[in-house]
């Protein structure tokens, strides 16, 4: 279990307050709060002759002026820091009209890597909760939408069709219909109940464990309170509200808030992370659709558990939440721009084969990955998967390419091959500059 915060005495808060006028002390608590550290990080830190006690008290005091919005009923408070609009910033001028669709996705290329962030998005969000499959068999199980074979498969085929669901619906109002149908498609055919899909629970009988302890991190509210929790959640999505709340920060309280209620038996995280998605594209965050948020998460799991253990262990302050969300968002977003650009070399690596002759766009791309990788072997299957066509395509564009000394094969069995680099390829490339 984590280290729960120092319960603060009077004594304590006084002496903090007392020493807030050093300027040493008010550098280092705007450094705590810009990077949102938790008690176990402060307690580390070096302000004045404040004890840590009394840092923390000070830092306390000082969030107080940042919270920006509040859920009454668990004193869930939501903060924003000057770090969390300087991002919010860098987002509105790289996720809107700023940069425009064609300046970082090509045209020609959208819906191919729209259909492929999609696909990750799906397979690393069921990987969090538990499915255990390879990116290489769900990818190929989603493009030639193969029938689920496994409850691993069902849960990434599900999440494939509820991101298809939150897509068609960014621009309706948020409701309890939707929030209902999206766990329905989420979990079908993968709880141990199938009556509990698209409906809310009706018992406490559900707590939220550590994975490798079985520790009890998290017990939800109780069931009787979640009617009134959608009605709810769907009048703070909906709604601008009183005080405006910047729509980034929103979008990731609506996801903490769905993982904090636990408003379903099973699947509220792939349900959170959806209802994200679903906000940022209603909001006008187009580039959401490329990114895979689950992607970057399952790479800091522990760190995403952490934060909203350390949100209901201060209280239910959301910043925790915020702050590592936002990481992984800017995290996200660069790994989207380091693919396209790899893609977009690779592209431009595969036409410039095309000036050998004879052969398509896919046989040169085929050649390209080659070049760059001269002991890579492919099977007909692979190549079949990657672009999308039959078997039978794939070997029709093989062939032209083993008769040409451009590839050439090597048996696995009696009945497979896969193929390599030929004996003519580098004598044909060479005159490619």
């Not at 990481?327 to 996200?332: E, G, I, M, R, S």
Request: glycine share 4%; with cysteine; charged share 25%.
């Amino acid at each position: 279990m984590l280290e729960k915060p120092p319960v603060l005495t009077q004594k304590t808060i006084r002496d903090a307050v007392g020493k807030l006028s050093n300027q040493e002390v008010l550098s280092t608590i705007a450094d705590i709060n810009n990077k949102y550290l938790y008690w176990s990080d402060v307690k580390y830190k070096k302000a004045g002759d404040l004890t840590p006690q009394e840092l923390w008290a000070a830092t306390q005091l000082s969030r107080i002026s940042l919270y920006a919005f509040y859920w009454p009923e668990f004193g869930i408070r939501v903060p924003v820091t000057s770090h969390m609009q300087e991002m919010c910033h860098d987002f509105d001028m790289n996720f809107g009209g700023y940069w425009g669709t064609e300046s970082i996705i090509p045209r020609d290329s959208q819906e191919k890597f729209l259909s492929s962030s999609q696909m990750e998005e799906a397979i690393a969000s069921s990987q969090i909760e538990g499915a255990s499959t390879t990116r290489k068999v769900a990818k190929e199980m989603l493009r030639r939408n193969i029938s689920p074979r496994t409850r691993a498969e069902q849960m990434i085929h599900n999440n494939y069709a509820a991101i298809q669901y939150i897509t068609e619906n960014r621009n309706a109002p948020l409701s309890e219909d939707i929030i209902l149908r999206l766990h329905e498609i989420m979990t079908e055919n993968t709880l141990d109940n199938p009556e509990d899909a698209g409906v809310l629970r009706t018992s406490n009988n559900i707590v939220v464990q550590d994975g490798i302890t079985g520790e009890i991190v998290h017990t939800p509210p109780d069931f009787k309170l979640l009617p009134s929790f959608i009605e709810k959640l769907c009048a703070f999505a909906n709604s601008d509200g009183k005080y405006f709340l910047h729509p980034i920060i929103k979008a990731i309280t609506i996801h903490f808030l769905i993982g904090y209620y636990h408003p379903f038996v099973d699947g509220n995280g792939r349900t959170a992370r959806a209802l994200f998605y679903w906000y940022m594209l209603k909001s006008g965050y187009w580039l959401t659709e490329y990114l895979s948020i689950s992607l970057v998460i399952i790479k800091s799991k522990s760190s995403y558990e952490n934060a909203y253990i350390h949100t209901e262990l201060d209280n239910n302050d959301v910043g925790y939440f915020i702050e590592y969300n936002l990481k992984v968002l800017k995290n996200a977003f660069d790994d989207l721009k380091s693919y396209i650009e790899t893609k977009i070399s690779q592209k431009q690596r595969a036409i410039d084969i095309l000036s050998i002759g004879g052969i398509n766009h896919r046989q040169a791309a085929i050649l390209s990955m080659i070049r760059d990788n001269p002991m890579l072997a492919l099977s007909t299957n692979d190549i079949a998967s990657k672009f999308g066509i039959s078997k039978p395509t794939a070997s029709s564009d093989i062939k032209p390419l083993l008769k040409r000394g451009l590839l050439k094969t090597i048996p696995i069995n009696k009945k497979q091959c896969n193929y390599v680099k030929g004996d003519s390829f580098d004598e044909v490339l060479k005159t490619i500059h």
